[in-house]
């Protein structure tokens, strides 16, 4: 089974300052792991995913997450936040179907506000 | 290249009458999902297809939801009778065949409220 914990529903941060979302995952196969990102009034948007090449991956956007196995997380940084950062945001794990497709299990979501 | 489309984007029916959520996938992706956001909690998983066919329905909650998928294009999501904890976002994704290291394609999401 898989499961995802996003710790911190709301986070806040001033606009130049480092944006850190926290993700954690258990899985009981190889993970792959997914940021989504949900902008006011829209789908949601892949940001970057981990498949179990390069464990630093970048991503859109200047995101960027590293993939600590001995952790147990997946954390998406930006150096420098950006008003328009201002979305929530959504790790997610994937598990496989019957079907043989994609099965993704989400977190339940944090909100990033950006301020002046 | 168009997105995933869902419609209506917001749906505000009463309890007990019935609501038909459409979703058109990217032309050419045979899997096609559905997921549903209650207020408050996590994205969960209702169902998959692979073209016109259910894969897996295990996320779907009881026997009010109906899921179809004409000719493995579009696809409907039926609810009757709603309920008030029916309320909620639901997406729809899509993907490739054989794209299991990718993220899916989700539309925009139809905001249901049962009142």
């Known amino acids: 089974a898989q499961s995802v914990t996003q710790l911190g529903s709301h986070v806040s941060v001033s606009e130049g300052a480092l944006v850190l979302l926290r993700c954690n995952y258990s899985?009981?196969?190889?993970?792959?792991l997914f940021w989504y990102v949900q902008y006011p009034n829209q789908g949601l948007q892949l940001l970057l995913k981990?498949?179990?090449?390069?464990?630093l991956v970048k991503g859109i956007n200047g995101f960027e997450a590293e993939f600590k196995k001995s952790e147990t997380s997946f954390h998406l940084t930006k150096p420098s936040a950006h008003m328009s950062d201002a979305a929530e945001y959504f790790c997610?794990?994937?598990?496989?179907?019957?079907?043989?497709?994609?099965?993704?299990?989400f977190g339940t979501g944090t909100q990033l506000k950006v301020e002046l | 290249e168009a997105g995933v489309t869902q419609f209506p984007s917001h749906s505000v029916i009463e309890k007990g009458q019935t609501v038909t959520l459409r979703c058109d996938p990217i032309?050419?992706?045979?899997?096609l999902y559905w997921y549903r956001r209650v207020m408050g909690k996590e994205i969960k998983f209702l169902l998959h297809?692979?073209?016109?066919?259910?894969?897996?329905e295990s996320g779907m909650p009881n026997n009010r939801f109906l899921a179809e998928r004409t000719g493995g294009t579009y696809s409907t999501l039926k609810v009757q009778p709603a309920e008030l904890e029916d309320s909620g976002v639901y997406f729809c994704?899509?993907?490739?065949?054989?794209?299991?290291?990718?993220?899916?394609?989700f539309g925009s999401g139809t905001r249901l409220t049962v009142v």
């Open positions: 032309s050419g992706h045979d899997n």
């Open positions: 997610a794990v994937r598990g496989i179907l019957t079907g043989g497709g994609n099965k993704l299990t």
């Open positions: 297809f692979v073209k016109e066919s259910k894969q897996d």
């Open positions: 899985s009981s196969v190889p993970p792959y």
């Open positions: 981990y498949t179990s090449a390069a464990t």
């Open positions: 994704a899509s993907s490739p065949l054989g794209s299991y290291n990718y993220g899916y394609t």
